[in-house]
């Protein structure tokens, strides 16, 4: 997991490496700046925006440290006089004991077009109020626009310091003016707006620029990663060992629900697969999918099963089971969301619609990253696992407080039968995790992750665009000897 900081938990370390550790802030401050000049080519021309606050400090470190290398440097105020404060002051000392000087102009847009090389976005970073205003808001405008009109080849590029201007850290949504960065120097740790989109998109490519802090994070949002290499299984092992899937899926009109979610659990690994469905789709379903066995539902659950999803294809009754389930699709009945996540090794997987059927909610979610987060943060609660699928799918529930959320896949996810193939390839990662040595909560959580993650790579592998679902199945098992061979 990659954790994702708000303002005040980075501030929270930031102040124990001051307090506890006894560092100095300037030399905090001297490291971000070495960091940042690094990631700037030498011989190109640095405009840089030094805003009142540390970021500012920040920037104006890195314009002495640039001169010292033999740049062209100017470093510009959003005052006519000198404003800083604290280390900030120090820092525009400095800058002036080299014999630099501060630019100022109440036009941005006057000046920006002879702009060439990098501009340093310094001007807010941790302690930003937005939307942003006056002078600041000036120049963030008139550089966007200018990016923006020049189209592919721009007359300058833009590096944020920590983060762009604009951007809440604590948020994913972008609220007034904003500056796109071709590159963000991240200090320390990367907060909210660097992980989730849309805030993530205005950050380019993100470098991680290490200082010294040594206090562990209390993160309450985190990023999956990419999982690690699956454990090599033994020489002798069997089916049975790699997880028995039941899947009570299928009405008639709605097979393809069924053999997708089917493929989803085979192609994720299941030793077996069982598709429990009406006996008129028996027939149709099997000559689809023949790695799996197929058979007309009966009212009972057959022996040796490991883990049982229902709801694909227009299922809505969920069976009497004591075993690991997964909820998809019909089964998410209404209000019954609190009582299936207050029951163990059960994993619900909505969308955004079925979210507000299962757990009641009053005003139906909009599409809006935030508001997301709230909703799932209000549901999870109990031993159950919650993935509200979508865009930025999140992962909630269960031993862990941290929200997850999953980078990975694209557009072309949003067609049907998407949901019902990871569906089938949850279930087979908790029917994978009930057969290992160790299967506690946190363990669940994470075979479930595993899955998600892995659904949206598949999609990335294939490339932007349209696909049909069936395609996810050749990408996954790349995906997957690829982690093998690691």
């Given at each position: 997991?990659?954790?994702?900081?708000?303002?005040?938990?980075?501030?929270?370390?930031?102040?124990?490496?001051?307090?506890?550790?006894?560092?100095?802030?300037?030399?905090?401050?001297?490291?971000?700046?070495?960091?940042?000049?690094?990631?700037?080519?030498?011989?190109?021309?640095?405009?840089?925006?030094?805003?009142?606050?540390?970021?500012?400090?920040?920037?104006?470190?890195?314009?002495?440290?640039?001169?010292?290398?033999?740049?062209?440097?100017?470093?510009?105020?959003?005052?006519?006089?000198?404003?800083?404060?604290?280390?900030?002051?120090?820092?525009?000392?400095?800058?002036?004991?080299?014999?630099?000087?501060?630019?100022?102009?109440?036009?941005?847009?006057?000046?920006?077009?002879?702009?060439?090389?990098?501009?340093?976005?310094?001007?807010?970073?941790?302690?930003?109020?937005?939307?942003?205003?006056?002078?600041?808001?000036?120049?963030?405008?008139?550089?966007?626009?200018?990016?923006?009109?020049?189209?592919?080849?721009?007359?300058?590029?833009?590096?944020?310091?920590?983060?762009?201007?604009?951007?809440?850290?604590?948020?994913?949504?972008?609220?007034?003016?904003?500056?796109?960065?071709?590159?963000?120097?991240?200090?320390?740790?990367?907060?909210?707006?660097?992980?989730?989109?849309?805030?993530?998109?205005?950050?380019?490519?993100?470098?991680?620029?290490?200082?010294?802090?040594?206090?562990?994070?209390?993160?309450?949002?985190?990023?999956?990663?990419?999982?690690?290499?699956?454990?090599?299984?033994?020489?002798?092992?069997?089916?049975?060992?790699?997880?028995h899937v039941a899947i009570r899926a299928?009405?008639?009109?709605?097979?393809?629900?069924?053999?997708?979610?089917?493929?989803?659990?085979?192609?994720?690994?299941?030793?077996?697969?069982?598709?429990?469905?009406?006996?008129?789709?028996?027939?149709?379903?099997a000559a689809q999918v023949p790695e799996?066995?197929?058979?007309?539902?009966?009212?009972?659950?057959?022996?040796?099963?490991?883990?049982?999803?229902?709801?694909?294809?227009?299922?809505?009754?969920?069976?009497?089971?004591?075993?690991?389930?997964?909820?998809?699709?019909?089964?998410?009945?209404?209000?019954?969301?609190?009582?299936?996540?207050?029951?163990?090794?059960?994993?619900?997987?909505?969308?955004?619609?079925?979210?507000?059927?299962?757990?009641?909610?009053?005003?139906?979610?909009?599409?809006?990253?935030?508001?997301?987060?709230?909703?799932?943060?209000?549901?999870?609660?109990?031993?159950?696992?919650?993935?509200?699928?979508?865009?930025?799918?999140?992962?909630?529930?269960?031993?862990?407080?941290?929200?997850?959320?999953?980078?990975?896949?694209?557009?072309?996810?949003?067609?049907?039968?998407?949901?019902?193939?990871?569906?089938?390839?949850?279930?087979?990662?908790?029917?994978?995790?009930?057969?290992?040595?160790?299967?506690?909560?946190?363990?669940?959580r994470k075979a479930v992750a595993e899955?998600?993650?892995?659904?949206?790579?598949?999609?990335?592998?294939?490339?932007?665009?349209?696909?049909?679902?069936?395609?996810?199945?050749?990408?996954?098992?790349?995906?997957?000897?690829?982690?093998?061979?690691?």
């Amino acid at each position: 997991m990659i954790p994702l900081l708000d303002a005040a938990e980075m501030k929270r370390v930031e102040q124990e490496a001051l307090s506890v550790w006894g560092v100095s802030s300037l030399v905090l401050q001297e490291h971000a700046a070495l960091g940042a000049l690094a990631l700037l080519p030498p011989g190109q021309p640095l405009h840089v925006l030094a805003g009142p606050g540390n970021n500012g400090g920040d920037a104006l470190a890195l314009a002495r440290l640039a001169r010292l290398r033999g740049e062209n440097v100017e470093v510009w105020s959003l005052e006519p006089t000198s404003v800083w404060k604290g280390d900030a002051a120090i820092q525009a000392a400095l800058w002036e004991g080299l014999g630099g000087e501060f630019r100022f102009t109440p036009t941005p847009r006057a000046v920006i077009d002879a702009f060439r090389g990098w501009v340093v976005d310094g001007l807010f970073g941790l302690g930003v109020r937005l939307p942003l205003r006056g002078l600041a808001e000036a120049w963030v405008s008139a550089l966007h626009d200018s990016l923006k009109s020049a189209g592919r080849e721009p007359p300058f590029q833009v590096l944020a310091l920590d983060l762009p201007s604009g951007l809440d850290p604590s948020s994913p949504e972008v609220v007034g003016a904003a500056l796109p960065a071709h590159r963000t120097a991240c200090f320390g740790h990367l907060k909210i707006c660097h992980g989730l989109r849309p805030a993530r998109d205005f950050c380019g490519s993100i470098s991680i620029i290490p200082i010294p802090l040594r206090a562990e994070v209390r993160a309450p949002i985190a990023l999956l990663g990419k999982p690690e290499k699956p454990v090599a299984s033994s020489w002798d092992c069997h089916k049975r060992d790699c997880g028995h899937v039941a899947i009570r899926a299928g009405t008639p009109g709605m097979s393809g629900a069924a053999v997708l979610a089917a493929l989803g659990a085979l192609r994720m690994g299941a030793g077996l697969v069982t598709v429990l469905t009406s006996s008129e789709l028996r027939a149709e379903i099997a000559a689809q999918v023949p790695e799996a066995m197929v058979h007309a539902w009966q009212g009972r659950i057959p022996e040796g099963i490991d883990v049982l999803l229902v709801g694909p294809g227009g299922v809505d009754e969920v069976p009497e089971w004591a075993g690991p389930l997964v909820l998809d699709a019909s089964a998410l009945c209404s209000g019954q969301g609190p009582m299936w996540m207050q029951r163990p090794e059960t994993v619900l997987t909505p969308h955004p619609g079925e979210f507000a059927r299962l757990f009641a909610v009053k005003r139906r979610m909009g599409l809006a990253t935030s508001e997301r987060l709230d909703q799932v943060r209000n549901v999870a609660k109990g031993p159950g696992i919650l993935v509200l699928k979508g865009a930025q799918s999140l992962i909630v529930g269960g031993p862990s407080s941290q929200i997850w959320v999953n980078p990975t896949g694209h557009r072309g996810l949003s067609t049907g039968g998407t949901g019902d193939f990871l569906a089938g390839m949850v279930a087979a990662k908790v029917g994978i995790w009930k057969q290992s040595s160790a299967h506690d909560g946190m363990g669940l959580r994470k075979a479930v992750a595993e899955a998600v993650w892995l659904h949206g790579a598949a999609a990335d592998r294939l490339g932007q665009g349209p696909l049909l679902v069936r395609e996810l199945g050749e990408s996954l098992a790349g995906l997957v000897r690829d982690l093998h061979a690691e």
